[in-house]
């Protein structure tokens, strides 16, 4: 069971930026494909990166050209860089790994292990 732990959720101002991490301590992130997710009070979760382990990424549309999704396999954490956040950006945001590597996905059923999500509030 991988165990992870985001962290850099907080309050920003529109227009403001944000860099999450998750990290994953004991286990290997250049094994795994990870992504971040996103939910808002009321609504489905949602995709926002993916990254596979060559480092090709995927971005949903409504994040593309603000949020950088990256990982430091030697640290074995994994970052959202968010910039000109928006509050529509307002959400719990989870980062999320899964085993089985294909081609980066956003997915939410493709991956296996959550970690317990931080909040990020845009006003």
């Known amino acids: 069971h991988v165990q992870l732990v985001e962290s850099g959720g907080g309050s920003v101002q529109a227009g403001g930026s944000l860099r999450l991490s998750c990290a994953a301590p004991?286990?290997?992130?250049?094994?795994?494909?990870m992504g971040w997710f996103r939910q808002a009070p009321g609504k489905e979760r949602e995709g926002v990166a993916g990254?596979?382990?060559?480092?090709?990424?995927i971005y949903a549309d409504s994040v593309k050209g603000r949020f950088t999704i990256s990982k430091d396999n030697a640290k074995n954490t994994l970052y959202l860089l968010m910039n000109s956040l928006k509050p529509e950006d307002t959400a719990m945001y989870y980062c999320?790994?899964?085993?089985?590597?294909?081609?980066?996905?956003?997915?939410?059923?493709?991956?296996?292990?959550w970690g317990q999500g931080t909040q990020v509030t845009v006003s």
């Open positions: 990254i596979d382990r060559d480092g090709r990424t």
């Open positions: 004991g286990y290997t992130y250049s094994s795994y494909c």
């Open positions: 999320a790994a899964r085993a089985l590597c294909g081609l980066p996905t956003l997915n939410v059923y493709a991956y296996n292990y």
